[in-house]
Nanobody, 123 residues
Framework: QVQLVESGGGLVQAGGSLRLSCVAS????????MGWFRQCPGKEREFVAS????????AYADSVKGRFTISRDNAKNTVYLQMNTLKPEDTAVYYC????????????????WGQGTQVTVSS
């Protein structure tokens, strides 16, 4: 089992920045690829970014490419999502996920989920 706890969400104006963190505990963090997904009310959960256990491979949704950066610190069992130039359409609950596929992009590729953290971008 892997437990994931997100933090860092909040309210920010359009154009601003936030950094989300996700701390993992339980089974070996470095065994897993990590990802971020987001979900708006009434919509399906969507892929945001993922990173392999080695940090060599990253993937991003087109909507966030160039604005968001995923990274991980395996010594701290933590994965980060740096979000810059935020837009109102980035408003969502952001979820951290762990899985086996290095370039995971689908929810069904994830084994474990955090509880989510709310990000609200005002215009």
């Amino acid at each position: 089992q892997v437990q994931l706890v997100e933090s860092g969400g909040g309210l920010v104006q359009a154009g601003g920045s936030l950094r989300l963190s996700c701390v993992a505990s339980g089974r070996t963090f470095t065994s897993y690829a990590m990802g971020w997904f987001r979900q708006c009310p009434g919509k399906e959960r969507e892929f945001v970014a993922s990173i392999s256990w080695s940090r060599i491979t990253t993937a991003y949704a087109d909507s966030v490419k160039g604005r968001f950066t995923i990274s991980r610190d395996n010594a701290k069992n933590t994965v980060y999502l740096q979000m810059n130039t935020l837009k109102p359409e980035d408003t969502a609950v952001y979820y951290c996920a762990a899985g086996w596929i290095a370039t995971m992009r689908r929810s069904d590729e994830c084994e474990y989920w955090g509880q989510g953290t709310q990000v609200t971008v005002s215009s």
